[in-house]
């Protein structure tokens, strides 16, 4: 039990130490924890750790909140945070980064107990959900069954139409490569020209359904999923 390899970033020293001493006294034994964004970038490439806790405000250093956005660049681990400020500003700008938690200082250990409990219970959830060739992980905790055509939010399904499912389809079997706006229109709309406008409006409707930078368009070219998440 409880292999999962845990990151703390957290500038204050004790109480990124109480953090790690309560994780050990969990059960949870490969704990580490850094005080800065530089520190937390080079673990992550070098340590692919399971889960991070991230405090927002770090001192001398990027905040938390732009160290979990290059983190989420470098690779999809989930993220609770830790912050002493829960004012609409703060947390609207944390929860943009899809963080799978949010803990408010000072905390108790039996909260900290319950939150790394659900949190590596959805992460597992989700690992079996999607472990299968049918799932593409598009980056962002989405996913995509190419086989059925469903598109998920974590464990969740999103509803789309028709048009919105082969459009993602097409951009998925393309594996990150460009597919110019003429393919697209000739492959979505086969037996009729369209209008100008209508791709325009396709690609709006799946890209508000997604994470926004997940379909990355290249003017007077074509589009594609992004490689960079």
């Known amino acids: 039990m409880n292999n999962e390899r845990i990151l703390i970033v957290e500038d204050e020293v004790i109480v990124a ?19 800065n964004y530089t520190d937390a970038i080079n673990f992550v490439k070098e340590e692919n750790p399971t889960l991070i806790f991230m405090d927002i405000n770090l001192k001398n250093s990027k905040d938390g909140i732009e160290t979990a956005t290059q983190i989420q660049k470098i690779k999809n681990i989930p993220i609770i945070y830790l912050t002493a400020y829960s004012d609409e500003k703060t947390i609207g700008k944390a929860v943009k980064t899809n963080p799978i938690g949010y ?14 409990f659900l949190a ?3 992460i597992n959830s989700s690992k079996e959900l999607f472990n299968s060739e049918d799932f593409i992980h598009l980056g962002l905790n989405y996913y995509y069954n190419l086989k059925d055509e469903i598109l998920f939010y ?28 003429n393919t697209l229109e000739a492959l979505l709309w086969p037996d009729f020209p369209v209008s100008n406008g209508a791709l325009r409006t396709l690609l709006y409707r799946v890209r508000s359904k997604l994470e926004y930078k997940l379909i990355e368009t290249i003017p007077s070219l074509g589009c594609k999923l992004s490689n960079k998440i």
Not at 157 to 181: D, H, M, T, W
């Open 17 to 35: 130490l109480d953090v790690k001493s309560a994780l050990k006294s969990f059960g949870y034994k490969r704990v580490t924890y850094v005080t």
């Open 103 to 116: 803990l408010l200082k000072p905390f108790k250990r039996e909260e900290l107990k319950t939150t790394i």
């Open 120 to 122: 590596l219970h959805k």
């Open 154 to 181: 974590e464990n969740i399904p999103i509803k789309l139409s028709i048009k919105e499912r082969a459009l993602l389809s097409i951009l998925v079997e393309a594996k990150g490569n460009i597919v110019s706006f």
